[in-house]
């Protein structure tokens, strides 16, 4: 509609100008014709027609609706000396349009022939004021576009942004709430595991104990056992909001192989059954991270073990072979397939199913680049072997 109603604007104020007879320079021999011949009012209203026109097309086809409006304004002036005020309009319309969807040199450089021919003088009356506002606006208005084009660019930049900075945070909620969940299993359910187990070792193994002491030694385990399961059920959460993410922020990097000889003692001490280290290879140095995820898992695997198979005897192997770190963890309990109620049956599966303690050491070994496995051993028990990469390591 708008478009529609510039260009009859531009059409009639073209043949009114020419009609009555436009100025021009002295001596022009259009000054004799534009009263006597009609073909220059067809002429000059095809023109303005085309100035004003394009302005329908200036969404879909900015470029050309602007090129349009330029040359035919341009033409106006150079075969008739006359500017339209629609005109003028449509250019502006189209040379905005052009420089926030199209061609920004494109839209500049079709304002610079208005600045040419104002700073030129050849134009007078009204059309050398329609002139000078076309050399002043339609520059203004091509870089109002362009600047327009800059500043929703830079609000789409910002939004990403601020998307990007969200998905980080939440990457690193989840990362975090992961961590907490690997720690509270590794650590505190350890901790209150070995609770509930000397407590009941006690309670079995101390000759004379007054049926009190008896009595709350078992009140002891009952609690540990119930802290246990309550703590299953928050780490049940806390990994169901931490998705699938197996980010090791490395805590407590102090912890290394070094220490696994107290570990295996206090394995020793809670439930009474034979532990050993066997070390085969050139021990190397390795990376805290490597070193703090080898001694979760055997921690894990030694509570697995003792929660799974009570009284039975575990061997932990450090296998070093250069560019790895080979561990195997391996009890001589009856195994997943033979287990009793308690054992490594398929209700528990040394941790196979409803527990966190096998999905918390396969977190730990992808977290660093290794992997794990866990099942049967041959001939009997059962075996975690996880292989860590150990390729920066250096002759320990």
Same mark, same amino acid.
């Given at each position: 509609m708008a478009a529609v109603l510039l260009a009859s604007l531009a059409v009639?104020?073209?043949v009114a100008h020419v009609s009555g007879g436009v100025t021009v320079p002295a001596g022009d021999v259009r000054a004799d014709r534009s009263t006597a011949d009609p073909a220059l009012s067809v002429v000059a209203g095809l023109l303005g027609l085309a100035a004003a026109l394009p302005v329908a097309l200036a969404r879909a086809q900015p470029a050309l609706a602007a090129v349009t409006a330029s040359a035919a304004g341009l033409l106006s002036l150079a075969a008739f000396?006359?500017?339209t005020a629609a005109g003028v309009a449509a250019q502006l319309i189209c040379g905005y349009r052009l420089g926030r969807t199209g061609s920004q040199p494109l839209a500049v450089l079709l304002a610079a022939p208005f600045v040419a021919v104002a700073l030129a003088g050849t134009a007078a009356g009204g059309t050398g004021v329609l002139t000078l506002l076309a050399a002043c606006l339609a520059p203004a208005a091509a870089l109002a576009g362009i600047a327009r084009r800059a500043h929703a660019r830079a609000l789409g930049d910002s939004a990403a942004r601020q998307a990007i900075a969200d998905t980080l945070m939440e990457h690193t909620a989840r990362g975090e709430?992961?961590?907490i969940a690997r720690e509270l299993h590794d650590v505190v359910a350890h901790h209150i595991s070995m609770v509930s187990v000397q407590a009941e070792t006690a309670r079995l193994t101390t000759p004379g104990m007054? !049926?009190?002491?008896a009595e709350r030694l078992?009140?002891?385990g009952d609690t540990a056992r119930t802290a246990l399961t309550e703590m299953r059920r928050l780490l049940g959460v806390l990994r169901e909001d931490a998705g699938t993410d197996a980010t090791d922020r490395r805590p407590q990097p102090s912890l290394r192989l070094e220490e696994l000889n107290e570990l295996l003692d206090e394995a020793r001490g809670a439930s009474g059954a034979g532990a050993r280290l066997i070390l085969?290879?050139?021990p190397v140095a390795l990376d805290p991270g490597v070193e703090l995820a080898a001694y979760r898992i055997v921690q894990e695997a030694l509570t697995n073990a003792r929660r799974?198979?009570?009284g039975a005897a575990v061997d932990v192997e450090l296998r070093y072979t250069g560019d790895e770190l080979r561990l195997l963890i391996r009890d001589?309990?009856?195994?997943?397939? !033979?287990a009793p109620s308690g054992g490594h049956g398929p209700s528990d599966g040394h941790g196979l199913s409803d527990g966190h303690g096998l999905s918390g050491m396969h977190e730990r070994a992808a977290a660093i680049g290794g992997e794990l496995r866990a099942g049967p051993a041959a001939g009997g028990g059962f075996l975690v072997e996880a292989r860590l990469p150990a390729g920066d390591g250096v002759p320990g």
């Open positions: 009639a104020e073209s000396h006359t500017l709430r992961a961590r007054p !049926a009190a002491g078992s009140a002891i085969s290879g050139s799974h198979a009570p001589n309990g009856p195994g997943p397939a !033979a």
